[in-house]
């Protein structure tokens, strides 16, 4: 029995390519499920939490970070804002025996990460354009889906409620973005 030197484990051009599509593919589902809008009220809950979470740190940090006023001014109301915010959606998801986590996850906590790499004008910027304008849009779309489709009465009143405020937050980040534009 003679022994090749060559391995049979070498994948061929096809298999290659056909894995290289699976992955793209899975890659593509698994990104469109992130990004698919709540299909639950209890998905509403998890996702408001986390999103508020990364608001209130990365609020934090701007606060430290920062040396612009404006900027200052806005991480200190958004602070405020998200803190209450947070702490009334507690208090909601606990009426509905549903916990929530404090803490951003992954996705969220790899902006704050970037965000803490950055130092002057660079670092606002990011904080405005990422934190101010991107994360306030997907919470007024959020917000906007919760409150015309949640099925719980008291999670919908909680979505419509809030929802004026986000979008005055997302004016108020466009605002700023364009002043460090300038």
């Known amino acids: ?35 698919a809008p709540c299909a639950n009220d209890k998905c509403f809950l998890g996702k408001a939490a986390d999103a508020g979470s990364e608001e209130i740190a990365a609020s934090k940090l701007a606060q430290s970070k920062s040396s612009n006023s404006e900027v ?9 804002q998200h803190t ?23 996705k969220h906590q790899a902006r704050i990460d970037k965000l803490s790499r950055l130092e002057g004008l660079p670092f606002d910027k990011e904080y405005a354009a990422s934190i101010g304008v991107d994360a306030h849009k997907d ?12 099925s719980d009465p008291d999670i919908k009143a909680f979505a419509t409620k809030n929802l004026p405020a986000l979008q005055h937050h997302l004016e108020m980040a466009k605002a700023l973005q364009a002043a460090l534009a300038k």
């Open 139 to 150: 919470a007024v779309k959020l917000f906007m889906d919760a409150s015309q489709k949640a």
């Open 84 to 106: 209450q915010l947070a702490d009334e959606l507690k208090q909601l998801a606990s009426s509905k025996q549903i916990a929530l986590s404090d803490q951003p996850a992954r």
């Open 72 to 80: 200052q001014q806005f991480a200190a109301a958004m602070l405020t």
């Open 1 to 35: 029995m003679s022994i090749s030197t060559t391995s049979s484990r070498v994948p061929s051009l096809k298999s290659v390519a056909i894995g290289a599509a699976v992955a793209l593919l899975s890659g593509i589902v698994i990104k469109s499920i992130a990004a």
